[in-house]
């Protein structure tokens, strides 16, 4: 087929080494770091490589959001773990003191649940935003109110958020109402604490959904968020002919039970094919598999003569390694010098969706198979499927 100086021992590849994909140039030696992916040593990875790990929590997914503002976080990690400074913790420590609930007419010691949950003002609080939301809780301890409302089913996006925030948010203010009671003498009634909440959930879903109105009215507020649904938009995908005068080359990589395997197709801007391949990389990772396939349409391109070419790859941590606009891992950084080092000006990298690379995706999965290496030049000489999508794509 005349190409059986395609390969990576090539003379035309000077600095690659023959039978091995690394390249050696003028680069100095740099270390790598083996706890990061991209082998640049951070203090992050440090931290996790020496801090004893423990499983994660269930319950601490649910407060350490982005969308809950950081003082509610930390308060509830203080609250689930019994660090607030309230009269039985404080019995722990040896202080002991006269105890009394001041959010209750009633005299009542003062205790985290009694506070938080079994008190009068807690139930209050939490058994009107329970019925309007058609919740009926009767757990008596803060951990199975929050639990319930969490794993309440609801129906949509908002709603699901509304009922992971809203229980922090109940909590948060009756905090706050009991230390203005006990250290301001002030008494704040179940009506006023409500409104704060509602004000403060308003404020939230301004900045967390942008795009609906916010009602001033509790139960206005449910049917605006009852109605939110995502916005799906659908979006056609497929293969692009190229500018006349350019090519384009796709390549893709697989992974199968026998290992991985990489493929690849140049095509002009009539999509006519100029020659495709298929290889097997052994046990190799993907984004080794991917970067490899990518390196060989790059050296089989060289070796047909085109010289104006637009490459196209789904793998989007590849791609955007070789435009140097992120770090390059290290089990990759040998291919990509390699790439970089014969890639002319003229050449344009790109990312592409799946559904518009299947032609390179059939060829990889044929090179994953077959554990050889095959060059094409012409249609007929493709696997069945291949020829299929090729088709396809015209």
């Known amino acids: 087929m005349g190409l059986s100086g395609f390969g990576i021992g090539s003379r035309s590849d000077r600095g690659v080494a023959q ?3 690394f390249c050696f140039s003028s680069d100095p030696d740099t270390l790598v770091w083996l706890r990061d992916p991209s082998g640049v040593f951070s203090t992050r990875s440090a931290y996790q490589l020496v801090r004893p790990t423990r499983a994660c929590s269930w319950a601490f997914s649910f407060f350490w959001q982005s969308s809950i503002p950081r003082k509610l976080s930390f308060f509830m990690w203080r609250l689930v773990n019994g660090q607030l400074p309230m009269d039985d913790v404080l019995k722990k420590f040896q202080i002991h003191g006269p105890s009394k609930c001041h ?3 009633l005299a009542q ?3 985290m649940e009694h506070v938080f949950s079994t008190g009068q003002l807690a139930t209050e609080t939490w058994a009107f935003f329970e019925y309007s939301l058609g919740l009926s809780a009767s757990a008596a301890t803060v951990r199975s109110r929050c639990v319930t409302w969490w794993l ?3 129906k949509g996006k908002a709603l699901r958020w509304l009922m992971r925030t809203l229980p922090i948010l109940i909590l948060w203010f009756l905090w706050r109402a009991r230390n203005i009671s006990r250290f301001e003498g002030r008494k704040i009634a179940g009506s006023q604490v409500r409104a704060l909440i509602i004000h403060e959930m308003r404020m939230l879903i301004r900045g967390h959904f942008s795009s609906i109105m916010v009602p001033c009215q509790w139960e206005d507020l449910l049917e605006a968020l009852a109605v939110v649904r995502r916005a799906l938009t659908a979006t056609a995908v497929r293969w692009a002919f190229p500018p006349t005068g350019c090519f384009k080359l796709n390549t893709d990589s697989c992974a199968t039970g026998r290992g991985s395997g990489g493929g690849g197709v140049i095509r002009d801007s009539c999509g006519r094919l100029i020659v495709a391949f298929a290889d097997s990389f052994g046990c190799v990772d ?4 991917e970067a490899r396939a990518l390196l060989l349409g790059l050296q089989l391109g060289r070796q047909v003569g085109v010289s104006r070419l637009i490459v196209e790859s789904d793998c989007l941590v590849l791609i955007n390694c070789v435009r140097r606009e992120w770090g390059v891992p290290a ?3 040998p291919i990509v010098r390699a790439i970089r080092l014969g890639v002319p000006s003229s050449h344009q990298f790109c990312h592409c969706y ?4 299947t032609v390179a995706d059939s060829l990889a999965a044929y090179g994953a198979m077959s554990g050889t290496r095959v060059v ?12 299929g999508l090729l088709a396809l794509d015209l």
Do not use: D, H, M, Y
Not at 354 to 357: A, C, D, P, T, Y
């Open 19 to 21: 039978g091995s994909f």
């Open 103 to 105: 959010c209750c007419v």
């Open 109 to 111: 010691l003062e205790t």
């Open 152 to 154: 309440f089913p609801v």
């Open 286 to 289: 993907s984004l080794q598999a």
């Open 331 to 333: 089990g990759i950084r």
């Open 354 to 357: 799946r559904e518009g690379n």
């Open 376 to 387: 094409f030049t012409k249609g007929s000489q493709l696997p069945t499927r291949t020829k």
